[in-house]
């Protein structure tokens, strides 16, 4: 089953930076698909972050950047806040699949 | 900027079938797609399909083709989701996810409906 792979978990203290990973394969993130990022705060809809061509919208925090290379991708967030609590899942297409797929979510804990 | 703006909660018995409307703000459909994802309790976001209004082209994921369908009204700018058969795993809440252009395999989603309970149960 291609998919994208995500840890379980990540957490941080005020003020640091962490990193979320985003594992694909040859038919996902390696075949040159861009990677997109969301953040969902519990009870909420999600929340588009970061897209794989231009980056962050207008108005978002610049705390938050992405980068991929070879078969993954990830988000790394500076300065951490404790309002940057949260799933974050990374998204991009399939080419075995021909489908979307989401990673599985990670959840961070700011300490 | 679009606003999506979502039908309510559903209660519905296995076997039946729901259909979830997604309205649009404004003249939107000129260039835009919708899509809908969906997430079970406690798990993550699952994609299902998209359509592209203007068009009538629509994509499904492999697992739903058949037993959802997606469609779209151009002249009340409202997209749909009716999905058909329903187990209980079908029990989840269902959102609706737009874009402008027309890229809904490798685009991504920056507008966001709230969202959609649909409870499955008999």
């Known amino acids: 089953q291609s998919g994208l792979t995500q840890p379980p978990s990540v957490s941080g203290a005020p003020g640091q930076r962490v990193t979320v990973t985003c594992t694909g394969s040859?038919?996902?993130?390696?075949?040159?698909?861009?990677v997109h990022w969301y953040q969902q705060v519990p009870g909420t809809a999600p929340r588009f972050l970061i897209n794989g061509v231009t980056g962050r919208p207008s108005g978002a925090p610049d705390r938050f950047s992405g980068s991929q290379s070879g078969t993954s991708a990830s988000l790394v967030i500076n300065g951490l806040q404790a309002e940057d609590e949260g799933d974050y899942y990374c998204?991009?297409?399939?080419?075995?699949?021909?489908?979307?797929?989401f990673g599985g979510g990670t959840k961070l804990t700011v300490l | 900027q679009v606003q999506l703006v979502q039908s309510g909660a559903e209660v519905k018995e296995p076997g039946s079938s729901v259909r979830v409307s997604c309205e649009t703000s404004?003249?939107?459909?000129?260039?835009?797609?919708v899509t809908w994802v969906r997430q079970a309790p406690g798990q993550g976001l699952e994609w299902m399909g998209g359509i592209i209004p203007i068009f009538g082209t629509t994509n499904y994921a492999q697992r739903f083709e058949g037993r959802v369908t997606i469609s779209a009204d151009e002249s009340t700018n409202i997209a749909y989701m009716e999905v058909s058969s329903l187990t209980s795993e079908d029990t989840a809440v269902y959102y609706c996810?737009?874009?402008?252009?027309?890229?809904?395999?490798?685009?991504?989603?920056?507008?966001w409906g709230q969202g959609t309970l649909v409870t499955v149960s008999s």
């Open positions: 040859s038919s996902n993130i390696g075949a040159g698909y861009n």
């Open positions: 404004g003249d939107t459909f000129n260039n835009y797609a």
């Open positions: 996810a737009g874009q402008e252009g027309h890229d809904i395999l490798t685009g991504y989603y920056r507008d």
């Open positions: 998204q991009s297409f399939d080419s075995t699949l021909s489908a979307v797929v």
